[in-house]
C-alpha cells in the first residue's frame, strides 16, 4: 500500500481533514488577492489568464472536494491522497509560473506540500514527490529567465529551496515514522490491556463466588451476578442503585466497614433471604480518598452442605454395607409373609397382618435402593444442553409412562447450560412425577406446567416445575430437602434429597417457592461457560 498504516488512526484522519481545510483557505486568498488587485507586482505578473483560471478552477477543486464530505474509508485510500496532493502541487507550479517564478515568493508554498507528502505517504514516495517538486522548480526558474541577468541568483535560490524540500521530507518522514512505531505500540498494548479487562470482566461476571467492590462514598463499583443472585436482589435493585446505601439488603455490611478497615480478614455471617451467606473482604488503600473495600460472598449454605457431604461420605459406606446386609433378612420376611397371605386356612385378621407386612417390607426395601444409589452415585459427565431442544424430548419420553398432563412453555432459544443429561432426566422425572402426584389429590387431575427461560442479563438458565398442589408449608418448606423426610405414608423421603443433591453436584441449585399460590420448585443451572 502506498499510504501509511499509521494513517488509518482517528488522529491522522484529523489531520487529513484540517488539510482539506488548509486548502481552502491557501486558494481563496490566491484568489481573492489577484481579484482584489493585492500585490500586482508579485501575483500574475507574468501571466493574469493562466494565474486566474488556474486560482479559480483549483478553488473549485478545493470547494468541491469538501462539499462531497468525502467518508473515512476514502481518506485511507492511498489514490485519495495522491490525488489531493497531485492537484496541490500541480495548481501551486502553475500559479508559480503565472507569477514569474522564484521571484513572487509562492514556491514556499511547496514546503507545505512535502510537508504533507511525508505526512501521509511512504517514504519513497515522499522523496519522490521532493525531488519531482525541485527539478520542476529549477526547469521552471530556467524557462522563465532563459538568459537573462538574475538566472544565476534565481537558479541558486531555486536548488536552495530544492535543498529545503528534501531537508523537510526526510526530516518529517523520520518523525512520522517514529510516530508510527509509537502509535503501534500504543495500540497493540492497549488491545492487550482492553483484552486482559474483557478476561478479568468474564472471569468476575461468570464465577460463582459473589464479588463486590465498594468505594471511599459507598458507591458501587463492582457487582458481580453470582452477587445479586446471591442477596437475592430485585431487578430494580440490579438495575437503579448505585449506592450500597440504596439497597436495604447491602446496608447491613456497612456496620462492619471501620472494622474492615482493622482487620482485613474479617469475616461475618448474614442472613439474606433464604440464604446464609459467608462474606470475607479485602481491604484496599489505593491512596488519598480511594481506598476501596472488595467483599467475597459465598453461599454458607454450600459450606454446611460441604461439610454434610463429608459425614454422609463416612456414612454411605457403613449405610451400605449394613442395607446390603438387611436385604437378605428383609428378603425372607416377605418371602414367608407372601405364603402366609397365599394359605387359605389364614383368617382375615392375619391376613391383614401379612399385608401390612408386606407393604412396609416394600417401603424399607426402597429405602434400601435409594440408600446403595446414594452410596454408589458416580461424579457427573456434564454437557453442554440446549434446553430449548433437551426438553421436548424428555416430556416424550416422561409421558410414555405416565399418565398426566405435561404442559412446556420455552420462552427463549437459547437455553444453553452444562449439566449431566442422566442426571436432570433424574431430577425433573421426580419433580414431575410428585407434581402430577399431588395434582391428582387436589384436583383430581394429574397436571403440571414445566417453563424455561433465562435471567436476566447473566444468561443463566432455570426451569420451574408448577403444580396445583397443596403445596408445603412455611415452617416444613426449611425441610422438605432433608433425608427420610416426608408427607406421605409410602414415600421415602429421599426423592427430593436425592434431586438436590444431584443439581449441586452439577453446580446447580434446586430450590421451592409459592407463585401465585401454586407449587413450583426451580431449578437455576450456572453458567454454560462456568469456570468451574
Known amino acids: ?208 463466588t459473589g464479588i463486590l467492590v465498594i468505594g471511599h462514598d459507598k458507591r458501587i463499583e463492582l457487582m458481580n451476578s453470582s452477587a445479586k443472585q446471591l442477596f437475592e436482589m430485585s431487578e430494580s435493585e440490579r438495575t437503579y442503585h448505585r449506592y450500597i446505601t440504596d439497597i436495604p439488603k447491602l446496608t447491613p455490611l456497612l456496620e462492619h466497614l471501620q472494622s474492615l478497615k482493622e482487620n482485613k480478614n474479617f469475616t461475618i455471617i448474614s442472613d439474606s433471604g433464604n440464604r446464609k451467606l459467608r462474606i470475607s473482604n479485602a481491604y484496599l488503600n489505593m491512596g488519598e480518598n480511594e481506598e476501596q473495600t472488595i467483599f467475597y460472598i459465598e453461599d454458607y449454605g454450600n459450606v454446611l452442605q460441604h461439610a454434610q457431604q463429608l459425614k454422609l461420605a463416612s456414612l454411605g459406606r457403613l449405610t451400605a454395607s449394613i442395607a446390603h446386609e438387611i436385604r437378605n433378612p428383609l428378603g425372607a420376611l416377605s418371602h414367608a409373609a407372601q405364603l402366609l397371605n397365599e394359605s387359605e386356612a389364614l383368617p382375615k385378621a392375619e391376613q391383614r397382618m401379612t399385608e401390612i407386612i408386606l407393604n412396609n417390607s416394600a417401603r424399607v426395601n426402597e429405602i434400601i435402593e435409594n440408600t446403595l444409589d446414594l452410596s454408589r452415585r458416580k461424579e457427573p459427565s456434564p454437557e453442554q444442553l440446549n434446553l430449548a431442544t433437551w426438553l421436548p424430548h424428555f416430556i416424550n419420553d416422561n409421558q410414555a409412562h405416565n399418565q398426566g398432563s405435561i404442559d412446556l412453555h420455552v420462552h427463549s432459544s437459547q437455553l444453553l447450560t452444562k449439566f449431566d443429561p442422566t442426571h436432570l432426566s433424574q431430577i425433573l422425572s421426580n419433580l414431575v412425577d410428585n407434581g402430577l402426584r399431588h395434582s391428582q389429590i387436589e384436583t383430581g387431575k394429574a397436571q403440571v406446567e414445566i417453563h424455561a427461560n433465562v435471567m436476566n442479563n447473566d444468561e443463566k438458565a432455570y426451569i420451574e416445575v408448577i403444580d396445583v398442589g397443596g403445596g408445603i408449608s412455611e415452617d416444613k418448606q426449611n425441610i422438605i430437602f432433608e433425608p427420610f423426610y416426608t408427607t406421605e405414608d409410602k414415600g421415602s423421603g429421599l426423592g427430593l434429597y436425592i434431586s438436590k443433591e444431584l443439581a449441586e453436584i452439577n453446580n446447580a441449585n434446586l430450590s421451592y417457592q409459592r407463585n401465585n399460590k401454586q407449587s413450583c420448585f426451580r431449578i437455576d443451572f450456572s453458567h454454560y461457560q462456568r469456570m468451574r
Open 1 to 208: 500500500m502506498d499510504a501509511k498504516t499509521f494513517k488509518y488512526s482517528g488522529h491522522t484522519i484529523q489531520t487529513i481533514q484540517v488539510y482539506l481545510y488548509y486548502r481552502l483557505v491557501v486558494a481563496c486568498l490566491l484568489f481573492v488577492m489577484f481579484f482584489m488587485g493585492v500585490a500586482d507586482n508579485v501575483l500574475a505578473s507574468h501571466h493574469k489568464n493562466i494565474y486566474q483560471w488556474t486560482s479559480l478552477g483549483y478553488l473549485g477543486l478545493v470547494l468541491l472536494s469538501l462539499i462531497i464530505s468525502p467518508s473515512r474509508t476514502l481518506y485511507k485510500k492511498p489514490r485519495y491522497l495522491h490525488f489531493l496532493l497531485s492537484t496541490d502541487i500541480i495548481a501551486q507550479f502553475i500559479l508559480i509560473h503565472a507569477s514569474n517564478g522564484m521571484e513572487s515568493g509562492l514556491p514556499f508554498l511547496l514546503l507545505i506540500s512535502a510537508a504533507m507528502t511525508s505526512m501521509f505517504l511512504k517514504r519513497q514516495f515522499a522523496f519522490a514527490y521532493a525531488a519531482t517538486m525541485s527539478i520542476t522548480l529549477l526547469v521552471d526558474t530556467w524557462l522563465l529567465h532563459n538568459g537573462t541577468n538574475g538566472l544565476s541568483k534565481n537558479i541558486f535560490s531555486a536548488g536552495l529551496l530544492g535543498l529545503l524540500l528534501f531537508a523537510v521530507t526526510f526530516a518529517l518522514s523520520y518523525l512520522t515514522n517514529k510516530l508510527q512505531q509509537q502509535n503501534t505500540e500504543a495500540e497493540q498494548q492497549s488491545r492487550r490491556l482492553r483484552n486482559l479487562q474483557e478476561t478479568a470482566q468474564s472471569i468476575v461476571t461468570r464465577m460463582q
